[in-house]
């Protein structure tokens, strides 16, 4: 049986110029040296998109398995 495709919202923590931000279909925002400050500005944006309704994931270069 075929799965069905659930479109969603990826987000990425990542460097980006020298610093740490979250990024999502091209824009940066989030910035920070601090790489935590970055993934909650990341949660903070995927708990938004999930109360319009949308799926979301968040990942983190140079890290496995975090979730919110």
Known sequence: MK???IDRIVITVCR???Q???EEAGLFFG???DKEIAKASAVRRARERM???HACQIR???EHG???
Do not use: R
């Open 20 to 22: 740490w931000a979250a």
């Open 3 to 5: 799965q069905p495709q």
């Open 66 to 68: 975090f979730a919110i």
């Open 60 to 62: 983190v270069c140079g």
């Open 51 to 53: 109360g319009e309704g």
């Open 16 to 18: 980006n110029d020298g």
């Open 31 to 33: 910035a920070s040296p």
